[in-house]
Each structure stands twice: as structure tokens, then as C-alpha cells.
């Protein structure tokens, strides 16, 4: 259903890009978001964005992520700037939406992002 790709190891201050592609079998999307999980963490949320448009970020990343939605391509973006070696986790696209008509949250599989000192 979703598939995440853009992670990697990156030094402190580069920037990534991470992508979420969103099945076309997926509707009724409500909205979208990136979580994190960093080893022996609890997962959390980083950014969200509602089918409006509206978004939303975490204290520990705002004004250097950002979340976005492309429409054509059917994914939901984050652009990261300015990585810290904290923002080191796995990161996981989630989508809350109807898939086979059942209503929920739906995760990706995750992507390794790495910030090094």
C-alpha cells in the first residue's frame, strides 16, 4: 500500500528527501504523516498534512522539515534540511484513509535515515 524510498546516510547539515508512494487502491484519504523511530525510542510523530492541506510538525524538526503532498505522482513528501545526527531513526509514511473499503491507519515499511556528526 505505501512504499517509502529517500533515505540514507547523510552529514550533519546535508538534507534528504524522503517519498512515500501511495497505492492507487487506497481512497477517502483524511491524512497523511511521517513518523520516526530511533533505536530503544519510542516511534513519534514528525509531520502531518490533512487532505486540506493543513500541516502540522513536531518541536524538534519544525522550520527544517518540511511535508508536502503531490497529487500527480500520488505521494506525500518530506524534505529535509539542516539534519541534526537526533533526527537518526527509521522513518514511516502513514495514511489514514479507506483501503478495501476498511477505514484506518495504514503504515509504510519504513526507511533508514542516518545523520552523522
Known amino acids: 500500500q505505501l512504499v517509502e524510498s529517500g533515505g540514507g546516510l547523510v552529514q550533519a547539515g546535508g538534507s534528504l528527501r524522503l517519498s512515500c508512494a501511495i497505492s492507487?487502491?487506497?481512497?477517502?484519504?483524511?491524512?497523511m504523516g511521517w513518523h520516526r523511530q530511533a533505536p530503544g525510542q519510542q516511534r513519534e510523530l514528525v509531520a502531518t498534512i490533512t487532505n486540506s492541506g493543513s500541516t502540522s510538525y513536531s518541536d524538534s524538526v519544525k522550520g527544517r522539515f518540511t511535508i508536502s503532498r503531490d497529487n500527480t505522482k500520488n505521494t506525500v513528501d518530506l524534505q529535509m534540511n539542516s539534519l541534526k545526527p537526533e533526527d537518526t531513526a527509521v522513518y514511516y509514511c502513514?495514511?489514514?484513509?479507506?483501503?478495501?473499503?476498511?477505514?484506518?491507519?495504514?503504515w509504510g515499511q519504513g526507511t533508514q535515515v542516518t545523520g552523522s556528526s
Open positions: 502513514r495514511v489514514n484513509g479507506n483501503s478495501s473499503c476498511r477505514p484506518g491507519d495504514y
Open positions: 492507487r487502491s487506497m481512497h477517502s484519504i483524511r491524512s
